[in-house]
């Protein structure tokens, strides 16, 4: 992830040198994760503030749109489907492609998550000449999802694959400000509750203590 | 009742004022209070931005995984090495908040107090070798009245345990209700003769001096508390220190250089405001509370031929002894919902393995503590059990079914000062204000892993008697990051051998003064909080009876 420099306040020539941290480096390692998310008030330290509120007041201005603005339509069109296959929908529960990861990519990478550019386009690229193996004639997103499956499981130990699934679980599950997560459909999946505040009893075994059962 | 009365104080440009505080975290609020109440002016210089209640988000993504409100890992990085023979990588490793209420602000809000078998482990237990364990210049009793004033002026929520030193007044509120968490965590402890209580918390479980109690809304790790039912410096001290019309807070504005004179006193601070000019800030006496890692960065950053090893260091020991706490854990998936997204971090722990037990063959204790530790897109990414699919419906299924029935059993514990863990200016490095980074050396102790695994077993066990389904772990490994930022300073009477006295004075500069996380002896059993806020109030107190008696 390229980031930039510019302090809160200052300007671009008093910057040191960029630093280039890749989101996927810093998130695949489980262990880090776990580690980092523990520490109270830890933070992920792969942007600045004034690097958000940018994302955030772009991906605002972006909103209601459908088409990528750094994406090509192709590379759009095979990392949609290939999200699709991280987080499908088969079981009639809305997936990545419902959820709009695709345009939290799209939105991302041409912001706080620049430095990931490179790996979706090796990944679109890469699935497409797999695809081309397969048939000819086809790129991966006319594939089936079984086969789509195949060419993934091909590639799933490759770092941009990994940067993938991160941006795939970023677009599931950030706010919507971000550009996926659409309708919250990603906090439904897993139950992640969505009002201000809340009263006891919160789940199945303190409201049992309590005597109320659920 | 707390009300903003009047407008704050503003000092003018250059306006000399009695004490200049950096940093406005746990420490820096509660000293602004006390300073401020005694009468004194005090300006209270803070690197980040204030935000208002409008800006508290619930946004996981900008805090978790783009550092919106700590450190800037662009423009102040850091180089790492586990041990001195290790060569230097450019990786932050300390983090910590950077706004008016520094870290404390979205702190998890345990408050533990430490018993009074902290202070003394090196004359009980010995001092392994290698180490620098030292014991504490003050006594549990020292610091209890200022456990208890921390109780009441902050506001914690609570009940007795069985193994809770002496306190001189109950806690002023009621433990917050317990979660399905705590009440799993309860019937496994007690199932195996564990005594488990109630988490003492800096959360409001009822109203508590004008502000709310807490509306359980779950953000609380990470997060600001829009409701100010968090009981922070932020929420707590700095309206208070405000409210005296002698205090300002002053955000945006970093501190790069404690200035002294030919006598060797401190004559105030040169910072960089918003805009990044300079100024100087004159004071009659300068207090640090910039936590662990910017508080030895700046000593070692004032550097003048009088003190060329950084100001306040000729004990050499200014950036040492760096202590992180360990954090590791356990998951369980229990059969029914837990909805642990609601309501406060944690709500019971176990102290039993508190204390240094020479049979352990270790040093060290700590506490476990039931929680869920998670957020939605952290969970998409490390949420499942490591043996479980990355992608694909099982993946997705396995999200859904897990969210809600997980919890986590968190060990929080011991390190041991080290004189190689640590923080050094890099001579190379700089930050986007042109001055010297910070570079870190830290590898915990072997003894530090032997509680952590030690935790961790017994955790597991907890986590079995409570019914869990299945449970997983990752490995007890050295830490790579850390928080907590303790010890770097620490407390002594002897000028050898430490920074500061037991008034927080430095012992080389008479009106210097330092308290935040960098004071500690010893870690705390993973929970630092509360004893840097007694540290604080005592701190606080002392330092306002040096200047009443014309002794600064």
Known sequence: MLISLAPPTGTADDSPETVEVTLSERLNSRREFLALSGAAGAAFLLADAADVREALAWAASRRGQQSYTNLSARQGATLEAAVARILPSDDGTPGAREAGVIHFIDRAIGGFGAGAKPAFEQCAAELDRRAAEVDASQTFDALSPERQDGLLRAIEQEPYFGTLRTFTAGGMFAMPSYGGNRDHVGWTLIGQGREPLYTAPFGYYDAQAAGGGQ | ?552
């Open chain 2, 1 to 552: 009742m707390i009300r903003r009365q009047q407008p704050s104080r503003r000092f003018g440009a250059g306006e000399q004022v009695d004490f200049v505080i950096v940093g406005s975290g746990a420490a820096g609020g509660i000293m602004a209070k006390e300073l401020a109440s005694a009468g004194y002016t005090v300006l209270v210089l803070e690197q980040g931005p204030r935000l208002s209640v409008p800006e508290y988000d619930h946004d996981e993504m900008a805090f978790f995984f783009l550092g919106a409100r700590t450190n800037l890992s662009s423009g102040q990085p850091q180089q790492f090495r586990p041990t001195p023979s290790d060569p230097w990588q450019q990786r932050n490793v300390l983090l910590y908040g950077r706004t008016v209420g520094g870290s404390n602000a979205h702190f998890t809000a345990n408050m533990w107090r430490m018993r009074p078998s902290d202070f003394n482990e090196a004359s009980v237990h010995g001092t392994p070798s290698g180490t620098g364990l030292a014991d504490w210049p003050l006594t549990y009793d020292d610091l209890e009245p200022y456990y208890t004033k921390a109780d009441w002026e902050l506001g914690i929520s609570g009940a007795p345990g069985p193994f809770d030193p002496p306190r001189s007044r109950p806690y002023p509120m009621p433990p917050l209700p317990v979660k399905s968490s705590g009440v799993l965590f309860e019937r496994g402890a007690r199932s195996l003769g564990l005594h488990p209580e109630p988490t003492p918390m800096a959360i409001n479980s009822q109203s508590y001096n004008g502000r709310p109690p807490c509306q359980h809304c779950g953000w609380c790790l990470g997060f600001f508390c829009e409701f100010r039912a968090k009981s922070t410096s932020m929420d707590a001290m700095l309206p208070v220190a405000e409210a005296t019309g002698n205090c300002e807070i002053r955000p945006d504005s970093y501190v790069a250089k404690v200035e002294t004179n030919a006598a060797g006193r401190a004559t105030g601070v040169t910072y960089f405001d918003g805009d990044r000019n300079e100024h100087f800030q004159p004071a009659r006496a300068v207090v640090l509370c910039a936590n662990g890692a910017e508080t030895p960065r700046l000593l070692l950053n004032s550097s003048t031929p009088r003190f060329p090893d950084g100001l306040a260091n000729s004990s050499g020991v200014v950036g040492k002894y760096l202590m992180f706490n360990g954090n590791w854990g356990v998951s369980g998936l229990f059969e029914h919902p837990l909805n642990e997204y609601k309501s406060v971090q944690t709500t019971r722990m176990v102290l039993d393995w508190y204390e240094t037990d020479p049979a352990r063959g270790f040093y060290g204790g700590g506490g476990i503590d039931a929680r869920f530790q998670q957020y939605p897109i952290l969970f998409g990414l490390s949420g499942l059990p490591p043996d479980a699919p990355t992608w694909g419906a099982k993946y997705k299924r396995m999200l859904a079914e897990y969210y809600n029935r997980t919890m986590y059993l968190a060990v929080h514990t011991t390190s041991l000062p080290l004189e190689t863990n640590g923080i050094e200016l890099d001579p190379d490095l700089k930050d986007a204000w042109g001055l010297p980074c910070m570079r870190v050396t830290y590898r915990d102790h072997d003894d530090d892993m032997s509680v952590g695994r030690f935790l961790v077993e017994r955790a597991s066990e907890i986590l079995e008697a409570a019914g869990g389904q299945r449970q997983w772990s990752l490995p007890v490994t050295p830490q790579t990051s850390a928080v907590h930022l303790l010890g770097t300073c620490r407390m002594g009477r002897d000028a050898a051998t430490s920074v500061i006295d037991t008034n927080h004075r430095t012992h080389d500069v008479p009106n210097l003064f330092i308290c935040d996380g960098s004071s500690l002896v010893t870690s705390t059993r993973g929970q630092p909080t509360m004893t840097i806020s007694a540290l604080a109030f005592r701190a606080g107190e002392r330092i306002a009876d040096l200047a009443r008696r014309g002794e600064i």
